[in-house]
């Protein structure tokens, strides 16, 4: 049967995992968001922690995906739960580590201009720091994003469901209509989201900022 | 006797790595004077200063503000309180200048009007039109239009104590050289006490009513501009202030310092009769002409009277007089004496009110007195 | 512990499969160094073409590596090939696009002293620029290797070997000790990549300021 008829008998499914797909990534980016943005907050105040904990989040992103999946199911089992945490892990470096950059690389005039007109720690955090480190964690975000989608396809595997159940099962059934049912769906996915966060990340730049 | 503001008792900072940067500093500072902060790179003068608003904390000694000892304040209560400019501004990149401007009494709860018309009456103060620059944003102005920003900003919340950390020093010279005469300018309409760190010498004469000269963290010595400049304390001080003194004073002193302020007098209303009459009675050839507010208005001549019996002084004087201002400086007045080849000139306020008569006389006097205290000193 | 004992008694197969990722990885790895940077080099030339190229590098960088390998299926078959050619791939975007930023940000004036002392544009290339770029190119690299260990893992699904053979069957036996047998030595292999390639790039960083006086 042609690629295209595939598609249309399909279409429930097709949609079904799509919106699987999207759930478990919405879940593992805003969770990671909130968590790696406090962590890397953290680490500007702690800064003699900052490399080590960027060092550790690099190594666990330097695991391939199956692995840590390997490595968490004998001890959570299988399933949505490996796979969120999995997720979650992966996005670590890329949250943690830009939020750093973007507070620690504010000019230190504008620090010393702040902590001198007298303003507290907080509302430095929360009027400056945050708002001028808003472009470089929103990048963050989307390589979390987008990374987050790839990740979530393997995890069909481990049984979190999601478009990749098609591409595994088309390979293994060697069925192409399948395996292009779950390739170009997730692909079209991967490459909207990112262009989606082009445009959050130009949205939300505040205009000083903007050159 | 003028109120001690800020007042440094036995002040000492020592570094974590153990260099000394303030050793053991003890002064006074008096409300609403400025005190210029000079010396070498690493001498300690932005240490101290900082030490005020508690950028940096004191190792040993007590600084009081107000009477209170700053330790024990709220530190960033304490903070609001002291305007804070510093050489890189540090503006806020994401907020216009108008969010800038208003962002300490912002921070203190301002009504939303209060913060607006406070920006606007700034941005006028430190000479940049509101409605254009109001929305504008950091990387669209210029360094001196940003310095200008920082300083609204420090001044937002009327705090009376301010310090001023080379604010002028990244600046090119005719912007700073703008900058500090505006500085001067501004000053005598605000009354605060100003703490003003620089590295330049001639700035801190400039600018500064005491200059505190440091050396390796100590005070070297704190007195009036002249009198540094004429009694330096050391060939530190000596070489700081640099070989042109004669030059430096000369640039200190005003036309207002020299001059003869007690005149005579004679309203244009006058008659000629009356005119003749106190010419007579003065011995004097030349009367000046006053209108009934006392600005000045020219000069009546014994020649001009000679022609006339009847009449007004007004129909008679000489309006096209040059005149040298009471705030003017020594050396460019006298230059404008000799190229109109003048003797004497009638000597006026910014009003155009009439304040004395400076001659040549009074130069030469000058000069003399100079010369006689730097003979006796050197 | 008893998961040492397993990993001992079954180290022929684990050492084999591992060995076969390797061999796997660095076919694919060598094979992308050869097409990416000739490239990445060619569109600093073209700078025209440059910008098109980096754009779609970044799109694709983007898809998800077990879609590439899917549609890698329907023209290749299953076996080596499609999975070396999926892992190529993956691997020659981030080498394309760090050998041409690496190039580009040589510094202006070196490249302008070499070529006013005479050098001509191929002596300016491997005597200037590829030494000077080559720290940024390393770490295109090492992304890319570190890549291709990651995607290797998921072609053993289609017939090319390695340690993901021994995940993937871990998972379907629900076999706790076959599955750590195989992700453990995985992660340990991309680590142990990661870190040596690291050091590679960081030794050549030190090299290239002294180059560069």
Known sequence: ?211 | MPKVIIRFDKVSKVFADGTKAVDDISFDIYDGECVTFVGPSGCGKTTTVKLLNRLIEPTHGTIYLNGEDTAKADVIALRRGIGYMIQDVGLFPHMTVAQNVSLVPRLIGWTKGDQETRTDDLLHLVGLEPSSFRNRYPHQLSGGQRQRVGVARGLAADPPVILMDEPFGALDPITRAQLQDEFVRLRSRLNKTILFVTHDIDEAIKLGDRIAVMRSGKVVQFDPPAKILRDPVDPFVRDLVGKECGLKLMKLSKIADIMEPALTTITEGASVMEAKQLMAERKSDILFVVDNQGNFEGVVHFDHLQKRDGGRVAEVMDRATLTARADGEIRPTLEMMLKHKQVWLPVVDEEHRLRGIVTMTHFVCFFATEAGIQGTAA | MEFLLYCYERRAVILLAGLRHVEVSLIAVLLSVLIAVPLGILITRYRRMAHVVVNSANIGQTVPSLAILGMVIPVLGIGLKPAVFALVLRGVLPIINNTYSGIVNVDRSVIEAGRGMGMKGREILTMVELPLAFPVIMAGIRTATVLSISVATLAALIGAGGLGDLIFQGIVMADRDLLLSGSIPTALLAIGADLLLGGVERRLRKGAVQEAF
């Open chain 1, 1 to 211: 049967m042609s690629i295209l008829a595939y598609f249309v008998k399909s279409a429930n499914l097709i949609l079904k995992l799509t919106l699987e797909h999207i759930t478990i990534t919405v879940i593992a980016v805003s969770v990671s968001t909130v968590i790696g943005v406090a962590i890397g907050i953290l680490i500007t105040r702690y800064r003699r922690a900052a490399m080590s904990v960027i060092g550790v989040s690099g190594i666990i992103y330097t695991i391939p995906s199956l692995a840590l999946f390997g490595m968490l199911i004998p001890f959570i089992g299988i399933g949505i739960k490996p796979a969120l945490i999995a997720l979650i892990l992966y996005s670590q470096l890329a949250l943690i580590r830009n939020t750093y950059v973007g507070i620690t690389t504010i000019d230190p005039s504008i620090r010393e201009a702040g902590r001198g007109m007298g303003m507290s720690p907080w509302q430095f955090l929360r009027m400056v720091e945050l708002p001028v480190a808003l472009p470089v964690i929103m990048a963050g975000i989307r390589t979390a994003a987008v990374m987050n989608i790839g990740t979530a396809t393997i995890a069909a595997y481990i049984g979190a469901g999601g478009l990749g159940w098609l591409i595994f099962r088309g390979i293994a059934s060697v069925h192409t209509e399948q395996i292009l049912a779950g390739a170009l769906p997730v692909t079209m996915l991967a490459i909207g989201v990112d262009y989606f966060f082009v445009l959050l990340e130009r949205a939300l730049t505040p205009s000083g900022l903007r050159r």
